[in-house]
């Protein structure tokens, strides 16, 4: 089985800092995958950053990036130089992967974390 | 550029009503999924095709069904919907259920009420 834990309901930042956000996750799987996903007001699920089990470096893609300690099970998301309209929900969630490299794709979510950018 | 596109967006049904959901991809993915989503518990699988011709359950699939029509389409059916069932919907594809890096794709869900 897998679990997700977000433990911050919500935060909060100032415009143009940094924040991070708090993921880790729990797995019997050999390999596994780590996403994270934004969620605005309107409602749509958008993809950021992924980071595999075995990637040697941390993942960025932009403004985001992953930081990853696979030893302490987290995968918390940065994000650098905060803008209004990064104010969401946002989501970590894991696929994991059996011996034989099978996992149906299937995702595990945490609950969520509610992010609100002040100016 | 449509991607996963869901209909209906919105949907009020009385307790006992049946109806369908509908989810179609057109970026040729393999494998699609349904998920719920409820404030605070995040999103839960509800019913996931690895493939076209197979479906299976997934996290909370009681009172749902589905069906994987071909390639693009995989409907989702409440066949007597509970107020439990008040939620938001979404359905996702991906290219591939094996190893891979590529994240699902989601559509932007339905909201469902059952009074």
């Known amino acids: 089985a897998q679990k997700i834990t977000q433990t911050q309901p919500g935060m909060f930042v100032q415009e143009k800092e940094a924040v991070t956000l708090d993921c880790t996750y729990d797995?019997?799987?050999?390999?596994?995958?780590l996403f994270w996903y934004k969620q605005p007001s309107s409602g749509e699920m958008i993809f950021l950053i992924y980071?595999?089990?075995?990637?040697?470096q941390n993942a960025t893609e932009g403004r985001y990036s992953l930081n990853f300690q696979k030893a302490r099970k987290s995968a918390n998301l940065v994000i650098s130089a905060s803008q209004l309209g990064d104010s969401a929900m946002y989501f970590c969630?894991?696929?994991?992967?059996?011996?034989?490299?099978?996992?149906?794709?299937?995702?595990?979510f945490g609950q969520g974390t509610i992010l609100t950018v002040h100016p | 550029n449509a991607g996963v596109t869901q209909t209906p967006k919105f949907q009020v049904l009385k307790t006992g009503q049946s109806m369908t959901l509908q989810c179609a991809q057109d970026?040729?993915?393999?494998?699609m999924y349904w998920y719920r989503q409820d404030p605070g518990m995040g999103l839960r699988l509800i019913y996931y095709?690895?493939?076209?011709?197979?479906?299976d359950k997934g996290e909370v699939p009681n009172g749902y069904n589905v069906s994987r029509l071909n390639k693009r389409e995989f409907s989702l059916r409440l066949e007597s919907a509970a107020p439990s069932q008040t939620s938001v919907y979404f359905c996702?594809?991906?290219?591939?259920?094996?190893?891979?890096?590529?994240?699902?794709?989601f559509g932007d869900g339905t909201r469902l009420s059952i009074l």
């Open positions: 095709s690895a493939s076209e011709g197979t479906t």
């Open positions: 969630a894991m696929r994991g992967y059996n011996a034989g490299g099978t996992s149906y794709g299937k995702l595990t």
């Open positions: 980071q595999g089990s075995y990637d040697q």
């Open positions: 797995t019997s799987d050999p390999s596994y995958g």
């Open positions: 970026m040729n993915h393999n494998s």
């Open positions: 996702a594809s991906t290219p591939t259920s094996a190893y891979s890096n590529q994240p699902q794709h």
